[in-house]
């Protein structure tokens, strides 16, 4: 991991729009080893992208992005760290992965000035500020299902009606459908 960079990415990682306010000593050290920052996440590419186009314009940094499951995306750069060759500068990924990275000592701690501007209960002490949260709904095919037929509530689900018709993305892949069957018991509260 380029440690000169390191600052400057989790910068752009957390608020791009506070890249501009780091020193240009800093700035001009990232440029002489390569000018490029590498990230690797589970963020939709579009999302990333506008974010990339602003870090460059402030920065003139430019910044790859390579994009995969939360898992995959652990496993990989868990890989390279274990391996003594990390080829990212930022990792971006939901945060019980992130929790598994903290352990193995792969995560830096950046107090940015503008956390100061979240809510106390919003800041996870170990990776920072609550930046989004994930929403998950229950979708229906109306050619298969009648809305009046529709499911109302979770519990619905599990009627014999609707066997064999429900599919999810597979949890030991993706991350937010663990979460979420793993937070079901809470529905109830």
Do not use: C
Not at 118 to 143: A, M
């Amino acid at each position: 991991m380029r440690t000169s960079t390191i600052v400057l990415t989790v910068t752009w990682f957390l608020f791009a729009e506070q890249a501009s306010g780091q020193s240009p000593e800093l700035v001009e050290a990232a440029k002489k080893e390569g000018g490029k920052v590498i990230i690797y996440g589970s963020l939709e590419t579009a999302v990333v992208e506008a974010v990339i186009q602003a870090f460059r314009k402030k920065t003139g940094l430019n910044a790859q992005y390579w994009r995969a499951s939360a898992m995959s995306v652990m496993n990989r750069s868990m890989g390279e760290y274990r391996a003594g060759n990390p080829i990212y500068d930022v990792v971006l990924n939901n945060s019980d992965p992130l929790l598994i990275m903290h352990q193995e000592g792969m995560i830096g701690k950046y107090d940015s000035t503008v956390m100061q501007k979240y809510p106390k209960d919003q800041i996870n002490p170990r990776l920072g500020p609550i930046s989004r949260y994930g929403i998950v709904g229950v979708l229906y095919n109306k050619s298969l299902v009648k809305p009046e037929d529709a499911p109302k509530a979770l519990e619905d689900l599990v009627q014999p009606k609707y066997k064999g018709m429900l599919v999810m993305a597979d949890p030991t892949l993706h991350v937010t459908t663990i979460q979420w069957l793993s937070s079901l018991h809470k529905s109830d509260e």
